[in-house]
């Protein structure tokens, strides 16, 4: 197993990097497989043809209880969305708290697909 943060090897039984203090299973920069470095937005690893993206929710490497948790206070204003990089998506919910008051009942929609790990960061997507 390596770091997918920095690439270094770890154990197995590791819970962070040594080297870079970064939690395992956390970053996108290498495959922790093989260890090869990978462009950014790779499925597959192109070393090893090990799947890089975990299949189910993609947080965009989020602590899934954190992002429950902002969902739940802050979710109508669409903060998770900014902190997940779904800026336009952050946007229509504040738009949509203001205007219709429904920013609330999208984060509640969020938040239900956060939790069963159905959630998939998509940065061109309202909803
Ligand atoms: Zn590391
Ligand atoms: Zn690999």
Request: glycine share 12%; proline share 3%; net charge positive.
């Amino acid at each position: 197993m390596y770091c997918k943060n920095c690439g270094e090897p770890m154990h197995e039984n590791q819970a962070i990097c040594i080297k870079c203090g970064v939690k395992v299973g956390k970053g996108t920069n290498f495959c922790a497989n093989c260890g090869a470095s990978l462009p950014s937005g790779a499925d597959v690893c192109m070393n090893c043809g090990v799947a890089v993206k975990k299949p189910g929710s993609d947080l965009a490497g989020q602590d899934k209880i954190v992002m429950i948790l902002v969902c739940l206070f802050l979710g109508g204003l669409g903060i998770h969305n900014f902190i997940m990089g779904e800026t336009k998506k952050g946007i229509f919910k504040i738009i949509m708290s203001f205007c219709c008051g429904i920013g609330e009942i999208l984060a509640l929609i969020d938040l239900v697909r956060i939790a069963m790990d159905t959630y998939v960061v998509n940065p061109e997507k309202l909803i």
